[in-house]
């Protein structure tokens, strides 16, 4: 899944895993354009913040919403969500 920032201060993104195992993380990172990607934020369940980012998990882990706080068009990009076995 992926999202494109469109407005300045706080952000939310929304992401879908219906099928996610019990034991995969889900992660978020950014693509710049002609860049690779980058870290964000991860979380196996609960929530989770790191700085002015933070993860929402549903409990019964199907979606996640990413919170951006303070958004500037330096965040302009391409945000990515993925399942991961592993931390």
Do not use: F, M
Not at 5 to 16: A, D, F, K, R, V
Not at 17 to 41: C, D, F, K, L, M
Not at 51 to 60: A, E, P, Y
Request: proline letters at 2%.
């Amino acid at each position: 899944c992926w999202v494109c920032l469109g407005s300045l201060g706080n952000s939310h993104y929304n992401s879908n895993h219906p099928t996610i195992s019990g034991r995969e993380y889900i992660y978020w990172y950014r693509q710049i354009a002609n860049q690779g990607p980058e870290y964000v934020i991860h979380g196996l369940k609960g929530n989770v913040s790191h700085g002015t980012t933070s993860l929402i998990i549903t409990t019964d882990r199907k979606s996640s919403t990413l919170i951006l706080a303070k958004v500037t068009l330096r965040d302009s990009a391409v945000y990515h969500c993925i399942l991961r076995d592993t931390q």
